[in-house]
């Protein structure tokens, strides 16, 4: 860790908070309370100082597209914005994370992943290292998994949407579910499309076990939207029920009962329907759902105040409660492990040392004494030196042992599942506090103490502070304001 790169992390943060102060000024308060937590987990080792918390969220409302291919991601973007900017077709038509971006020129453009890779702005700040993290190197390929497209739709300012490859032909499938992990957990809204032309659980294998097992526990599930697109084509057949029927059942046998579900499809791709009253049934239902599906895309900018404060009360609070906790319990049991050690290897020496002089007939005295036992005790010098190399050995046979408990120690934090994406920090803090003699002598982890505690109280309160002034702006119980009226922004 150099001060170059603090400082560069100093100046992307400031460049954030240019940024939000111009744009969305009632997050700035927000901002500043992230930077107070920052401080509070380089005291305790959580964070790497060349980090923040700050650049962890991103500032835009973001909306993610997954599914299979050809499953209409692309298409449905197209729609969205209202010009041809995704390349769509029948098969993988791009295998990289897309990152769409308003930009006021008319001409789109293509950035490579350097673009996102280096811009805290972004949800993709830093991912070259998560990437190194599956595939040593990997990360310098960027280019491979991410781009940067900008667009001057109205419908992308001041949001950003990311699509997806598919999870069902893809060479680097692991660190694609990689990245896919880290944009689900960052994102307000995830679409997740499915084929109707394929809606048997073989067909979307992977995406059922990916993208609907594993996020059924999510607390923020709410934010899945799972849509059924291309239903057009049952109109051949007369059977859309029959096909939307299937995909739910598909569904509920990965154990998705409950939510929203919509079925859907593009007026200008779709096939024709002869049918009148069959083609009023379709355009219904599909207008009924893209009516519910753009709602909840307006509403994102309010969702993302609403995220970002929450993220900091959450992060607050899984410092106080959850992280400090385990770590302070990695701690006594590394503490435990190492005196273990000690007292088995040291405890086994000494049996070892009066077996040996016993049998040297160093206790009887008269039996046999070697030579260089009196010349040992005759002289001083060697005495001491004796008594030096002893004691070194034992340093350096404790120090062995207490790498060997606290590597021990370390595997089950990086396993322990409950605590998420936190366990390279709970793991980095624990490595800090075991360096020293801190565990043998204090019971609290390294930098917990009076202020980092009242630190987090007081950025908690902001945080439910920030809360009742974004719910002033956009409530009014008593009803005292008048309908023309404005709310006091939040700051």
Known sequence: MTENTRAGLQEHVNKLVNHI????????????????????AYSLGLLDRTRSYVTRIPWWPLISVLGTFSS????????????????????????????????????????????????????????????????????????????LK??????????????????????QRTSTLRITDHIINLSDLVLVFFDARHPEPGAMRDTLDYLVSSTLQRP??????????QIDNAA????????????????????????RFYRIYDPDAAMPIEDEHLKQRFESKRDEDMAEILHRIAELEVERSYRAVGKLEHTAKSIREQLVPRLREARRAWRRRVLLFDGLAFGGLFLLLLVITGALGYWEGVRFRPPWI?????????????????????????????????????????????????AGGVAEAF??????WWPFVFTQPVGWNVWTRRQLDSILNEAYG????????????SGSRSPDSSATPAV
């Open 150 to 171: 900008t667009c001057s739709s109205e419908q992308l300012r001041g949001k950003i949407v990311i699509d997806s490859p598919g999870f069902d032909a893809d060479a």
């Open 220 to 229: 923020d599930f709410n934010k899945f939207l799972h849509i059924l697109n």
């Open 374 to 422: 009196d010349s040992l005790i005759q002289n001083p010098l060697l005495l001491w030196a004796a008594i030096a190399v002893i004691v070194l050995a034992a340093v350096q046979l404790h120090r062995y042992l207490r790498n060997i408990a606290g590597r021990m120690v370390l595997k089950k934090i990086r396993q322990d599942k409950s605590l998420g994406d936190s």
């Open 236 to 259: 051949r057949e007369d059977n859309p029920e029959e096909v939307f029927a299937a995909w739910q059942r598909a569904l509920a046998q990965k154990g998705l009962t409950a939510g």
């Open 431 to 436: 490595h800090k506090n075991v360096r020293s």
């Open 21 to 40: 102060q111009a744009e969305h000024p009632e997050l700035l308060g927000v901002v500043q309370s992230f930077r107070r937590l920052d401080k509070v």
């Open 466 to 477: 920030a809360v009742q002034e974004l719910n002033d702006r956009y409530t009014d119980p």
């Open 72 to 147: 209409g991601k692309s298409t449905f973007i197209n729609q969205l914005l209202g010009q041809p900017l995704q390349k769509t077709g029948n098969q993988a038509v791009d295998d990289k994370f897309t990152v769409l971006c308003y930009s006021p020129e008319n001409t789109p453009r293509v950035l490579p992943g350097i673009a996102l890779d280096s811009d805290p702005r972004f949800p993709f700040y830093r991912i070259s290292r998560e990437i190194n993290k599956v595939i040593e190197g990997e990360g310098q390929r960027l280019d491979s998994y991410l781009q």
